[in-house]
């Protein structure tokens, strides 16, 4: 892995250690069975929630564990190492459900959403996209319209990981239209789990204390090409009625904090890349040093070592740069562009690497009897999801020429 020393202190050290242990302990042996069933992991949820990996970055006043970005980020890659569907699971949670509450939130709003979200009491999402809005996000087409003491909303979101499992989420609404983005308000909504027995079964994922608000629910659950076992579902508001207080932020203010969350949820995405890449290519080493063609082991051949080569550097500076952009973010310095690299840099990595580790295992690697295939299909969405390649390269180009004093 190399030394990172220069990044990682010891408490970031020893929550590698801890979530590596559980990760290969507890979710290695059930990975492929919950890509198959398309199952929500609720076990290990709980597991998780116990171990507090869903409040990491978060003041223990709020229930979370004190820690820092960077000690998230480096949880986060470790549980991707081994599976992805459990990653997003701590990831999207934190990174926007809870941390736009953490930055933005009044304390009498992280009192009552941020507590039961950092303490793995109850699970989050994020509803911007919409069926006829990704990448343009201004373009959201959701309303809130104030009636009396209340804001009244109607409109659809799509493509929100724990859709359907989740109970807290920040929504975005459009509440004054001839603005465009500069009309957008952020809203914090509540809902119940649509899995109330598991979450009972397990204790973790409901809460009574959250009243869940009449007209929101939950549509039908996407099927997806990886990441299987995370629950992904349409949101649906149809007169729900949300009371003033629920304002994250300003009214008409909320693209601020939608772009400010998605430079957290890159640096996220890159983290979940990163775990990938290092766990495709860590099978892979295992692979071509057992396997022999030719009287020899796979990896003394020149060429794969090459390719070995190639991919541990490519893991290597990927690490580095989202280790880097998590600092930055932690320091509250600028990091826009640096988010936005290592996201754009660890995805196309984390597809590299997981397309040459199916080469290199042959046939085994298209077959599911080995977790590269699984690996390869769960790097995809890391290339699209929290902004394109083609977005990130746009928001990249507009960091350089501001820098250069150029017209952006």
């Known amino acids: ?61 709020w229930g979370g564990a004190g820690m820092d970005l960077l000690a998230s980020v ?26 736009p509450i953490d930055r933005w939130g009044t304390d009498e709003q992280k009192r009552r959403f941020l507590t039961p979200l950092a303490s793995g009491q109850v699970l989050g999402g994020f509803g911007l996209t919409e069926p006829g809005s990704g990448s343009d996000s201004a373009s959201m087409r959701t309303t809130a319209e104030k009636k009396g003491d209340r804001w009244v909303l109607n409109g659809q979101k799509t493509w929100i990981t724990h859709g359907g499992v989740g109970e807290v989420f920040m929504v975005g609404a459009v509440t004054s239209p001839e603005k465009g983005n500069r009309g957008i308000t952020a809203f914090l909504m509540t809902k119940a789990t649509c899995d109330l027995e598991d979450a009972a079964r397990v204790g973790f994922g409901h809460s009574d204390e959250l009243e869940a608000m009449t007209g929101f629910t ?39 904090i939608f772009l400010d969350t998605l430079d957290g949820g890159r640096i996220g995405i890159a983290a979940h890349a990163l775990g990938i890449a290092q766990g495709a290519f860590d099978q892979t080493i295992r692979y071509t040093g057992e396997r022999e063609q030719f009287d020899k082991k796979i990896h003394d051949f020149q060429g794969v070592r090459f390719m070995l080569a190639e991919a541990q550097t490519r893991i290597h500076a990927a690490r580095v740069m989202t280790y880097h952009a998590a600092r930055l973010r ?46 390869m299909r769960d790097a995809k969405i890391t290339e699209i999801g929290e902004g394109t390649t083609e977005i990130l390269k746009i928001v990249i180009a507009r960091e350089i020429l501001k820098a250069y004093g150029e017209t952006a």
Do not use: C
């Not at 459990?86 to 990174?95: D, N, P, Q």
């Not at 996407?222 to 508001?237: C, H, V, Y």
């Not at 660890?346 to 599911?368: I, N, P």
């Open 74 to 99: 480096v949880a986060v890659e470790e549980l991707a190492r081994v599976d992805a569907s459990h990653s997003i699971m701590v990831g999207a949670h934190t990174s926007l459900a809870s941390t």
């Open 330 to 375: 932690m320091e509250g310095k600028p990091h826009k562009q640096e988010a936005a690299m290592a996201k754009y840099f660890a995805s196309e990595a984390a597809m590299d690497v997981t397309t040459m580790a199916v080469q290199l295992h042959g046939g085994y690697g298209y077959s599911r009897e080995y977790p590269v295939e699984r690996m």
């Open 218 to 256: 939950v549509g039908k659950k996407l099927r997806k090409l990886g990441w299987n076992a995370s629950d992904t579902r349409e949101l649906i508001f149809e007169d729900v009625e949300v009371p003033e207080e629920n304002v994250l932020g300003e009214i008409d203010r909320g693209f601020p």
């Open 1 to 61: 892995m190399g030394d990172l020393s220069l990044f990682l202190e010891d408490h970031h050290e020893m929550m590698r250690d801890m979530v590596r242990d559980f990760a290969e302990a507890e979710i290695a042996p059930v990975a492929s069975e919950y890509d198959e069933s398309e199952d929500f992991p609720w076990d290990n949820g709980a597991k998780m929630a116990e171990l507090g990996l869903f409040g990491i970055p978060f003041d223990e006043r």
